[in-house]
């Protein structure tokens, strides 16, 4: 047998946090919130022999999602030590390290490795066969022995916790704490501000005109009026009307947490995009994001027609509107300028924003097709006027469907070479290996024909997990046809408003029917497993599940956000609310300006949850800050 060297560190697979290889390196950074100090480090992956007697451990500086392991053998012959993430479905074991035997009875040999801490793992010891196996998931910066012994020819292996592990969540409860005594506090405030006692004293300090601006600002009054929504899609109507604050509050509150998780999330595995199938916190908002777009689209159209615009004026805007944002995503925000100055040879074309434009653009031509301007001369006494805001738009509906069939007819029938036919699978040691260049079946293969491997994603976060090799893009060609359902699901709800303005009960009851119908053919599709189904939950893929299950929380939130901001005028929608009505500017600066203070600066420690946590919460606090400032300014970005 080849002597090990001690400290040899093998390949690891790029941006893999769960690996568990001897001596890795994983250069983790970013941020934290509000003076929390709570911090945690993780490390790098040793791996050592002894050479006779016990073994002499050196000190391991671990780093972020890392533990220390120490694997003693009492065998007469070497072990081999192998593990997979439980978040693998079907993928093959990863070795991690070869460990020779007892040098003599009472000496065991021994090899330190540094281990993932954010899933749980099943290790695997194995020496001419399969000696045992055994689940475990170990804690961040713990310290942890795992003894392999034979009692009677019968061999035991053994987990000891060495030195406990750290709490690396106390940073989110401090930072929930800090954020609920701020609104607590400012609830407090406002409520004290329209006590009359407290009016009146005001009005004598400041005078009328200015107490009455300070006490209705938007800080302390829900029940605001403005222009109509538009969700900066199109320009406002000439007459005004009531805009309802539930709205931008919902976009506000999916651009908020995407601009969180963009900027790191405080570098928790939940707070960043699933792997493959499954859903994480991040894997949420951009959905909820095309989803009150096309709710927003609904509103728009319908006033733009009341005050008189024509549809092919509205058709010519609404393509403009889109290249821009197409335009802006190539251009302005394409994650290639990591890699220096744009060329063509790398030019990423798919993207956040060039997925809202093509959804925006087939979303609204559709519903400018077969929108009504006014909709109070319609009848409500036939039998099937319940069904009005569906049956009245059935062309556009059949559209939508025809586009889903395209879907599924690709997806599951299309040919893929070297692929099994209507793969799903993240390739790589996903299906034991057996598809390792078939990343996302159809989806993968029409982006790398159409686009070519160099105009897409190149680091799909499928890497971190199942150690693929294969290119692509999240935002491909074949999930766009599932984000126009997404926004065309979003669109109904905005019709729904349209269809009942002032029927609170009727709205709401109606978004929770569609929630409820959404639901479950969310749970048929998935069989409610995350890797059994006929078609799994997938961001990466936009898989018809994932609309659907995302869909359904989208109709949920928004009853809730509905009821409390603009039926019940218990929140005003803040500070939510302003970043909502500004919400390309704070999407586009948020990507140009991540790099500059104060949105990033260097850490005292970028090993440590805490650290990063602030960062990223100081980060987008600051943007909620800008958006304020903005909206009591009166300045918009529209495009």
Not at 110 to 137: M, W, Y
Not at 237 to 245: E, M, Q
Not at 374 to 392: F, K, N, R, Y
Not at 490 to 518: E, N, P, V
Request: glycine share 8%; charged share 15%; net charge positive.
């Amino acid at each position: 047998m080849a002597k090990r060297k001690p400290k040899r560190r093998p390949a690891a697979a790029p941006d893999s946090r769960e690996q568990m290889t001897q001596t890795g390196t994983h250069h983790v950074c970013l941020p934290a919130v509000l003076g929390l100090v709570v911090a945690v480090c993780a490390a790098p992956l040793t791996a050592e022999v002894s050479s006779s007697g016990f073994p002499h451990h050196k000190h391991q500086v671990l780093r972020m999602d890392e533990a220390s392991l120490t694997v003693y053998n009492e065998l007469d012959s070497e072990v081999l030590v192998s593990w997979m993430s439980e978040r693998c479905y079907q993928c093959l074991y990863q070795q991690l390290g070869v460990v020779p035997a007892g040098s003599s009875p009472g000496q065991p040999g021994s090899v330190d490795f540094v281990v993932g801490t954010q899933h749980a793992v099943t290790l695997k010891i194995n020496s001419a066969q399969e000696l045992c196996r055994f689940p475990f998931h170990f804690g961040e910066h713990g310290n942890y022995s795992l003894w392999v012994k034979s009692d009677s020819k019968v061999v035991n292996c053994s987990m000891v916790t060495q030195a406990d592990p750290v709490n690396s969540y106390i940073p989110i409860l401090v930072a929930f704490l800090v954020f609920a005594g701020l609104a607590l506090v400012s609830a407090i405030g406002k409520t004290i501000l329209r006590l009359d006692p407290v009016r009146a004293l005001l009005f004598r300090v400041a005078g009328t005109m200015e107490t009455e601006r300070l006490i209705n600002s938007e800080l302390g009054s829900p029940g605001r009026t403005g222009t109509p929504v538009t969700d900066n899609i199109l320009p406002p109507p000439p007459s005004p009307s009531k805009r309802l604050r539930s709205l931008d509050t919902f976009r506000g509150i999916s651009l908020v947490i995407m601009v969180f998780v963009n900027y790191g999330g405080g570098r928790y595995w939940f707070f960043r995009h699933e792997s493959w199938n499954g859903l994480t916190v991040a894997d949420l908002v951009f959905p909820w994001f095309v989803f009150i777009m096309g709710t927003s689209t609904a509103l728009s159209i319908n006033a733009l027609l009341r005050a008189g615009s024509t549809r092919c004026s509205l058709l010519r805007k609404v393509a403009w509107r889109s290249a821009q944002l197409f335009i802006i995503g190539v251009f302005i925000i394409n994650p290639n300028y990591c890699q220096g100055p744009l060329t063509w040879d790398n030019l990423r074309i798919p993207g956040v924003l060039q997925r809202l434009a093509c959804s925006y653009l087939v979303v609204a031509s559709l519903d400018l097709l077969v929108a009504r301007g006014h909709l109070d001369v319609l009848t409500t006494d036939a039998w099937w006027s319940p069904g009005l805001d569906v049956l009245l738009y059935w062309p556009a509906w059949l559209c939508v469907l025809l586009l889903e069939i395209l879907w599924l007819c690709l997806t599951f029938l299309l040919p893929v070479p070297g692929c099994p036919t209507g793969y799903l699978g993240p390739g790589g040691i996903g299906d034991m290996g057996l598809y390792a260049n078939c990343t996302g079946g159809a989806a993968g293969f029409l982006d790398r024909w159409l686009l070519g491997e160099s105009h897409i994603y190149q680091t799909p976060s499928s890497r971190v997990i199942y150690a693929t090799r294969m290119p692509y893009d999240p935002e491909g060609v074949l999930g766009s046809i599932n984000s126009i359902l997404m926004a065309f699901l979003g669109l109904q709800a905005g019709k729904i408003i349209l269809h009942y303005r002032d029927l609170h009960r009727s709205i709401m009851s109606r978004f929770l029917i569609w929630g409820l119908f959404l639901g479950v053919i969310s749970a048929v599709l998935t069989k409610c497993s995350t890797d059994q189904g006929f078609i799994p939950v997938n961001k990466n893929l936009w898989s018809l599940s994932y609309v659907t299950t995302l869909a359904c929380f989208a109709y949920v939130l928004l009853v809730l956000v509905y009821y409390t901001v603009d039926v019940k005028r218990w929140w005003s929608g803040a500070p939510f609310y302003y970043p909502g009505m500004n919400s390309i500017l704070v999407y586009v600066g948020h990507e140009v300006f991540e790099e500059y203070f104060p949105f990033r600066w260097r850490m005292a420690n970028s090993q440590s949850h805490a650290e990063h946590l602030t960062q990223n919460l100081v980060a987008t606090s600051c943007w909620v800050l800008i958006s304020y400032v903005l909206y009591r300014k009166k300045i918009f970005w529209k495009i």
